[in-house]
T-cell receptor
């Protein structure tokens, strides 16, 4: 059981370049999330998904797009990277509470992806 | 929407002393309050959580208290050890929603020998 796996772990981009971060989970979680972490600002939700084929905006969605074509994968795309998007990105997944499963609502995080935009 | 404030932003304690981190939330409908610990360079991991029908929960050296009337909850770490050094995040959410978490800004805890 790998849990939540993010690739790549590190990436340096030039302003205007595009890239995709991949998140994969093998726990059959319905919910998946992308957060960004910046110093002094905690974890801020970018986009989330409550199931295959569905996505929704979080707190800071501008400049990002996401897709969830398969239940186990959640992709985060930057179409035209900006220096303000320099951050550490965390993917997470969880069971919804309605499942009644032990650990419902507990977020399992990936190891993070450090992105620098020059 | 929900807003969570966390204090202090940094906390330095002597090994063996206690540490307390406080969070306040704005949405009275929130009913699930987890705490995550993030060690340097690692991913956040859940250490304890509490639901709104409980006032206090303990797990060995850590405990969380919840005051629904005042809309605040706190993390208590007793007999601190060097391995408790980390950033701690509180969060608030509605369990019957899609799991929408609002995180606090984090508290950097440093335990000095």
């Amino acid at each position: 059981n790998a849990g939540v796996t993010q690739t790549p772990k590190f990436r340096v981009l030039k302003t205007g370049q595009s890239m995709t971060l991949l998140c994969a989970q093998d726990m059959n979680h319905e919910y998946m999330y992308w957060y960004r972490q910046d110093p002094g600002m905690g974890l801020r939700l970018i986009h989330y998904s409550v199931g295959e084929g569905t996505t929704a905006k979080g707190e800071v969605p501008d400049g990002y797009n996401v897709s969830r074509l398969k239940k186990q994968n959640f992709l985060l795309g930057l179409e035209s990277a900006a220096p303000s998007q320099t951050s550490v990105y965390f993917c997470a997944s969880s069971y919804p509470s309605r499942t009644g499963l032990s650990g419902a609502n507990v977020l399992t995080f990936g190891a993070g992806s450090r992105l620098t935009v020059l | 929407g929900e807003n969570v404030e966390q204090h202090p932003s940094t906390l330095s304690v002597q090994e063996g002393d206690s540490a307390v981190i406080k969070c306040t939330y704005s949405d009275s409908a929130s009913n699930y309050f987890p705490w995550y610990k993030q060690e340097l360079g690692k991913r956040p991991q859940l250490i304890i959580d509490i639901r709104s029908n409980v006032g206090e929960k303990k797990d060995q050296r850590i405990a969380v208290t919840l005051n629904k009337t005042a809309k605040h909850f706190s993390l208590h770490i007793t007999e601190t050890q060097p391995e408790d050094s980390a950033v701690y995040f509180c969060a608030a959410s509605l369990t019957d929603s899609w799991g929408k978490f609002q995180f606090g800004a984090g508290t950097q805890v440093v335990v000095t020998p």
